[in-house]
């Protein structure tokens, strides 16, 4: 089945940088999509980006567009959220999510990210 | 962007109670690309419904989804206990991808 296991939290002060790993198994990686989603302390599912099958088109939300970037290695199957110029309004939990198509059909349990000085 | 409005807020019943949760967008969701999602603290959400009314993978069929265009709603016949949760709607028809705030069923 589906596993995802996510990786790369932690603390980083405001202006900083983070790279969010996400270790994938069980399915095709290379002919799946993968989206990461966010959920602020206290609040609702976000989404964040979304990376195509073909490893090429990506799209992001306007919050993240211009600073995060979502990329694959699927030689280790392993996906990737590279975050820089953080905010405090970047903290939350990231997952990693299986993609068919647009739909996000299997989650990781998530990593916590916070940013703050 | 469409915007997905979640009611009600919380909603208090007993085990073996009906739930009905609903889901309201600002405008058409395009193929009724509607899906629902039960999270639970410190766990992965699990997809329940896409495509508005198909169930995922070994979902129980205590649960269903209906609606189109603006209107969705998810139904959970009978609550088991494993059932109190929140649940997001989000549409994936367009581009940005959007949530609603959740409905959160809660033990009477």
């Known amino acids: 089945q589906v596993q995802l296991v996510e990786s790369g939290g932690g603390v980083v002060q405001p202006g900083g940088s983070l790279r969010l790993s996400c270790a994938a198994s069980g399915f095709t990686f290379s002919n799946s999509g993968m989206h990461w989603v966010r959920q602020a302390p206290g609040k609702g599912l976000e989404w964040v980006a979304l990376?195509?099958?073909?490893?090429?088109?990506?799209f992001y939300s306007d919050s993240v567009k211009g600073r995060f970037t979502i990329s694959r290695d699927i030689s280790k199957n392993m996906l990737y959220l590279q975050m820089n110029t953080l905010r405090p309004d970047d903290t939350g939990v990231y997952y990693c999510?299986?993609?068919?198509?647009?739909?996000?059909?299997?989650w990781g349990q998530g990593t916590l990210v916070t940013v703050s000085s | 962007e469409i915007v997905l409005t979640q009611s009600p807020g919380t909603l208090s019943l007993s085990p073996g109670e009906r739930a009905t949760l609903s889901c309201r967008a600002s405008?058409?969701?395009?193929?009724?690309?509607l899906a629902w999602y039960q999270h639970k603290p410190g766990q992965a959400p699990r997809l329940l419904i896409y495509?508005?009314?198909s169930r995922a993978t070994g979902i129980p069929d205590r649960f269903s989804g209906s609606g189109s265009g603006t209107d969705f709603t998810l139904t959970i016949s009978r609550l088991e206990p494993e059932d109190f949760a929140v649940y997001y709607c989000?549409?994936?028809?367009?581009?940005?991808?959007?949530f609603g705030g959740g409905t959160k069923v809660e033990i009477k």
């Open positions: 990376l195509r099958y073909d490893g090429i088109n990506t």
């Open positions: 405008q058409s969701v395009t193929n009724n690309f």
């Open positions: 495509s508005a009314s």
């Open positions: 989000q549409q994936n028809a367009h581009s940005p991808l959007t």
């Open positions: 999510a299986k993609g068919s198509g647009w739909l996000a059909d299997g």
